[in-house]
C-alpha cells in the first residue's frame, strides 16, 4: 500500500514510533531527597544513564517522509510531505535561540545533517506544539540509520527535555555524557572567555539540592520550590549579571547586582517572592518552575557561557 495519509494521519500512527525506536537503557541511580515536604517515595535522580539506541524502520507501509527544504533553528526545519510544506518540531530537544550563543552553531548542526534529505517522521504523544508545528522524530535512513533528535543531543548542539516522549531516558543520556565530555554549547568558553584569557577554567559552582512542590499538595507554596547553588571554588565568585534558566529557556532569572558567592558558599534559589539577603535569593515568580516531571536547571556567566547544568528527574514510586 503506498503512503497516502497527510501529516495529520500520523497521529492515528503513534504506535509506529514503538516499531521505529527500540531503547536499550540501563537503570539510573537516586538522587538526594527533593526534601522534607515532599512525598517519601519521591526523589531526584541526577546521575549519568547508561544506555544505546537501536533505530528500525516500521513496515514501508507505515513509513511517512518528508524532504527537507528549510532549517529554521537548531530543532525546528520545515519539510515538504505529501506536496505540502510544513515546519516540524523535533521531539525531546531544545535548541538556544538565533540571537543566544550557539544558537547559529545549533542551527548549523541541524542543517549539516538534513539539508536536502529526505527523512522518515514519526510522531510520539501530542501532533503538534502551540505554535501549530508537528512534533516528530527525524530519521535519515541508512546502515546504521541516524536518529537526528539524538544526534544533536549527543553533539551539544541542543538539551534535551523532560516532555514524557518514548526517548527520554535515553536521550537525558546522552545530554550527561555531552555535558561531560564538554561538547558543543557545553564547552568551557564557548561563548568567550569573561576575564580575557586569565582564568585557565570556570568557576567551580555546583546546583546542589533541589526542592520541589509536592505533587499532592492541597495549596501551592512557592517558598517550597528552590535549588542551592554551591560555590567549590577557593575565592568568592561575582555572579551579578549571571543567567539561571530552564531546560526550554522559558524561565529566565538575571542575577541582580551585588550577587556574589563567599569560598564555600551557598546561596538558595527560591521561586517566591520576597528580601534577597541570608544567602536567599527569591525568583518572585508567578507559578512553580521547576518541573515535578523532571527539568534542568542550567547557569550561565555573563557572556553565556554554560557554568554549571543539572539535569534532575523526578521518580514517584
Known sequence: MGMTGTVSDTMRRTATVILLLAVIAGACTSGPSVGDDAPAETTVAG??????????????EEVIRGTVDGVIDGDTIQAMVNGKRINIRLIGISAPEGDECYGNESRTALASLVSGQTVVLASDGPDTDSAGRALRYVLIEGDPAVLVNAA?????????????????????????????????MWGTFVCGHPEGGVSA????????????????????????????????SYTSVE??????????????????GGTALSAGGVLVVQTDCGTNGGGVLHWCA??????????TIILQDRL??????????VVHG
Open 152 to 184: 544533536l543531543v549527543s553533539s551539544g548542539a541542543v538539551v534535551p527535555t523532560h516532555s514524557g516522549h518514548l526517548m527520554e531516558a535515553d536521550f537525558l543520556a546522552r545530554g550527561d555524557q555531552a555535558y561531560a565530555s564538554g561538547n558543543g
Open 286 to 295: 508567578e507559578s512553580a518552575i521547576w518541573s515535578t516531571g523532571g527539568n
Open 201 to 232: 577554567d570556570r568557576p567551580q559552582l555546583r546546583i546542589g539540592d533541589v526542592s520541589l512542590i509536592p505533587v499532592d499538595a492541597e495549596e501551592v507554596d512557592l517558598a517550597t520550590e528552590s535549588f542551592e547553588i554551591v560555590n567549590q
Open 239 to 256: 555572579i551579578s549579571g549571571w543567567t539561571i534558566k530552564d531546560e526550554t529557556g522559558e524561565h529566565r532569572l538575571e542575577l541582580p
Open 47 to 60: 546521575d549519568e544513564l547508561s544506555s544505546t539506541t537501536e533505530v528500525t524502520l516500521p513496515p514501508e
Open 304 to 313: 553565556e557561557n554554560v557554568v554549571e547544568r543539572k539535569a534532575y528527574t
